[in-house]
């Protein structure tokens, strides 16, 4: 980075914070002393999405966000929740250098953080992503949750 005023490349950084999702720092030019404030983003690579149809279009974290509102609609989880699970999945491909992902795995990663955190999100949620196309694959989402819960019950004792 080098000064705006004078072009010289030593600068010193004297305040630092977060603002929103940036990095508000304050610097300081060591040969010209003007000062200026930068703002730095953590760099996120786009991640594009393979739908099931096989058409790709470009990840919209909005969109993630809103898919998670409606399935836990009236449901007892914070809002702070929802961008943990969002920031979970942009970070997981970001951490594995991935710039594809699949809807269907998407899905799933949503699904993993939902089991948790709240059951009945976790079946509204896995019956818009699994596309249940009838009765029975709803009821084998919802067996395979108590499943896992007995054993969770009998891991306790
Ligand atoms: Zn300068």
């Known amino acids: 980075m080098k000064c705006p005023y004078c072009g010289f490349e030593d600068l010193k950084v004297i305040d630092s914070r977060p603002v929103d999702d940036k990095t508000k720092r304050r610097r300081e030019c060591t040969r ?37 509102v409606s399935a836990i ?34 899905g799933e990663l949503v699904l993993d953080r939902l089991r948790d955190i709240d059951p009945v999100s976790y079946i509204r949620f896995a019956s818009v992503y699994k596309d249940f196309t009838d009765v029975d694959s709803f009821v084998a989402a919802i067996s395979e949750f108590d499943k896992k819960d007995k054993t969770e019950d009998i891991s306790e004792i």
Do not use: H, W
């Open 32 to 68: 010209c002393g003007e000062r200026f404030t930068t703002y730095e983003a953590v760099e996120i690579p786009l991640l594009m999405v393979e739908k099931r149809d096989g058409s790709v279009q470009l990840f919209d974290k909005a969109k993630l966000i809103n898919g998670i």
């Open 73 to 106: 609609k009236k449901r007892p989880v914070s809002a702070e929740k929802i961008t943990e699970i969002a920031n979970y999945v942009e970070n997981y491909y970001a951490n594995a250098l991935r710039t594809v992902a699949r809807s269907t795995e998407i």
